[in-house]
């Protein structure tokens, strides 16, 4: 399989990079680790004309502390961000989830700006994200913009980025010693997750129960009510809507929501 | 569009299209034909080889991301008078292969793994070939034989070409 034939476009700034999408529009898409974006472009699920290659930005990559939260640049890779000491210690739900993508060597050309961006409903980090609560910080024409996490991801492969716009680094609170658990479901280890949980400080996120990713709202509410684990996790399918495929139908991810949330929750109790 | 890749220490520009995959490329223009193509959807590693030191599945790299790069492939393995490098050779003593498709994929995500690990556990070796697939399911073997190159010494987890070449 091969893509359709593109323009390639190499960028050596983020500010090229959106003179490059101002200059080509809505045909223009970013790339950077490529492994969301060549995949379905071999399937021509996606025909840009136009391929604006970040990867060369070194300076999108890093992960550091900035007072009460941690900010990492959206060209980590996630092998470096599941390497990350600073990330480790100050906020482990995140470099845990990293390692949790794919395999080695898709986890050495993914980027967290790339996923963020994408959309999946089904992505590992963005799950982890949401429920980590913090903000995707984009820049366009007219200077940088902060977007919460909560009303970035729109819906399937949607997100609340405009098309001259690049995710240049996302910032998550610092969760420090907190409790923490991520759960997924696959059949195979290095597969996109059939449904995952992420659990911390209260927060609960689900991957794969919608057309983004969600938070298991109503269990968040029994657990601020001081219901225990098992009532709060029992209503984590609450107000989701899963779509059914060859995977599982829709009962099926419900019961693994609520599955999932439980055991992410008592390991971020435990 | 041009690219200049050195591949196995050796450099050379080509004109190549834009959407041009690493995994061709290596095949098509450089004629290194020990890279497999097997699934083409990143699903199973036979088509991963080393870039910038790190193991990369091909077919899902275009031969532009990997422009002013080092790229190892089997082929770069072995040194010049034949001599097998440790895992290639272990997965010789070790019976690591049957129809040998998963192999190239196989031994250069094994070089990865070990390349991290000097000294990893079995269950860590499974880990690390997460991302390989064997359709001959030989899998004991294959790690039998990752665990024997991690024993024969800190040369396993060495690629030959990122340290030959300078950069
Ligand atoms: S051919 Fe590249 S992963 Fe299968
Ligand atoms: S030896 Fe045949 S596919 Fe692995």
Same mark, same amino acid.
């Given at each position: 399989?091969?893509?359709?034939?593109? &323009?390639?476009?190499?960028?050596?700034?983020?500010?090229?990079?959106?003179? $490059?999408?101002?200059?080509?529009?809505?045909?223009?898409?970013?790339?950077?680790?490529?492994?969301?974006?060549?995949?379905?472009?071999?399937?021509?699920?996606?025909?840009?004309?136009?391929?604006?290659?970040?990867?060369?930005?070194? &300076?999108?990559?890093?992960?550091?502390?900035?007072?009460?939260?941690?900010?990492? =640049?959206?060209? /980590?890779?996630?092998?470096?961000?599941?390497?990350?000491?600073?990330?480790?210690?100050?906020?482990?739900?995140?470099?845990?989830?990293?390692?949790?993508? =794919?395999?080695?060597?898709?986890?050495?050309?993914?980027?967290? =700006?790339?996923?963020?961006?994408?959309?999946?409903?089904?992505?590992?980090?963005?799950?982890?994200?949401?429920?980590?609560?913090?903000?995707?910080? #984009?820049?366009?024409?007219? *200077?940088?913009?902060?977007?919460?996490?909560?009303?970035?991801?729109? *819906?399937?492969? &949607? /997100?609340?980025?405009?098309?001259?716009?690049?995710?240049?680094?996302?910032?998550?609170?610092?969760?420090?010693?907190?409790?923490?658990?991520?759960?997924?479901?696959?059949?195979?280890?290095?597969?996109?997750?059939?449904?995952?949980?992420?659990?911390?400080?209260?927060? #609960?996120?689900?991957?794969?129960?919608?057309?983004?990713?969600?938070?298991?709202?109503? /269990?968040? &509410?029994?657990?601020?009510?001081? $219901?225990?684990?098992?009532?709060?996790? $029992?209503?984590?399918?609450?107000? /989701?809507?899963?779509?059914?495929?060859?995977?599982?139908?829709?009962?099926?991810?419900?019961?693994?929501?609520?599955?999932?949330?439980?055991?992410?929750?008592?390991?971020?109790?435990? | 569009?041009?690219?200049?890749?050195?591949?196995?220490?050796?450099?050379?520009?080509?004109?190549?299209?834009?959407?041009?995959?690493?995994?061709?490329?290596?095949?098509?223009?450089?004629?290194?034909?020990?890279?497999?193509?097997?699934?083409?959807?990143?699903?199973?590693?036979? +088509?991963?080889?080393?870039?910038?030191?790190?193991?990369?599945?091909?077919?899902?790299?275009?031969?532009?991301?990997?422009?002013?790069?080092?790229?190892?492939?089997?082929?770069?393995?072995?040194?010049?008078?034949?001599?097998?490098?440790?895992?290639?050779?272990?997965?010789?003593?070790?019976?690591?292969?049957?129809?040998?498709?998963?192999?190239?994929?196989?031994?250069?995500?094994?070089?990865?793994?070990?390349?991290?690990?000097?000294?990893?556990?079995?269950?860590?070796?499974?880990?690390?070939?997460?991302?390989?697939?064997?359709? +001959?399911?030989?899998?004991?073997?294959?790690?039998?034989?990752?665990?024997?190159?991690?024993?024969?010494?800190?040369?396993?987890?060495?690629?030959?070409?990122?340290?030959?070449?300078?950069?």
């Amino acid at each position: 399989m091969i893509p359709a034939p593109f &323009e390639y476009v190499r960028v050596r700034s983020v500010d090229e990079a959106v003179a $490059a999408l101002t200059e080509h529009g809505e045909e223009a898409k970013l790339l950077a680790g490529g492994h969301s974006l060549l995949p379905i472009m071999k399937l021509r699920l996606a025909v840009p004309s136009v391929l604006v290659d970040i990867s060369g930005i070194r &300076e999108l990559s890093y992960v550091r502390v900035e007072g009460d939260e941690v900010a990492v =640049g959206a060209g /980590t890779r996630h092998s470096e961000l599941e390497r990350s000491e600073v990330a480790r210690t100050e906020v482990p739900l995140l470099p845990h989830t990293a390692g949790r993508v =794919g395999d080695p060597q898709v986890r050495h050309r993914g980027t967290l =700006g790339g996923t963020v961006a994408h959309s999946d409903p089904a992505s590992d980090l963005p799950t982890a994200l949401l429920a980590l609560g913090g903000t995707v910080v #984009v820049q366009g024409p007219g *200077g940088r913009r902060e977007v919460p996490v909560t009303g970035f991801w729109t *819906g399937f492969f &949607e /997100t609340a980025l405009a098309p001259d716009e690049v995710v240049v680094e996302v910032r998550v609170p610092r969760t420090g010693g907190a409790g923490w658990g991520y759960e997924k479901f696959t059949r195979r280890e290095n597969d996109w997750p059939i449904v995952a949980a992420a659990a911390v400080q209260g927060r #609960v996120a689900l991957a794969n129960m919608g057309g983004s990713v969600v938070r298991a709202t109503a /269990t968040e &509410e029994a657990l601020a009510r001081g $219901a225990s684990i098992a009532e709060a996790a $029992a209503l984590a399918d609450e107000g /989701t809507s899963p779509t059914a495929d060859m995977h599982a139908d829709q009962e099926y991810r419900r019961h693994l929501a609520r599955l999932l949330t439980r055991r992410a929750l008592e390991k971020a109790a435990a | 569009m041009q690219v200049s890749i050195t591949v196995n220490g050796q450099q050379r520009t080509d004109e190549v299209e834009p959407r041009l995959l690493l995994a061709h490329y290596l095949r098509d223009v450089r004629g290194l034909r020990a890279t497999n193509v097997g699934c083409d959807t990143t699903s199973c590693g036979a +088509c991963t080889v080393i870039v910038d030191g790190l193991t990369v599945k091909s077919c899902t790299v275009l031969a532009a991301q990997a422009d002013g790069g080092q790229v190892t492939t089997l082929e770069g393995l072995t040194g010049p008078d034949g001599e097998l490098h440790p895992v290639q050779a272990a997965f010789r003593a070790e019976h690591g292969l049957q129809c040998g498709f998963c192999t190239p994929g196989m031994v250069m995500a094994a070089i990865g793994v070990l390349a991290d690990n000097p000294d990893p556990s079995d269950r860590e070796v499974r880990e690390g070939l997460e991302g390989n697939l064997c359709r +001959c399911t030989g899998y004991h073997n294959i790690v039998r034989a990752v665990l024997a190159a991690a024993r024969s010494g800190p040369a396993a987890g060495r690629v030959p070409q990122t340290q030959e070449v300078e950069a």
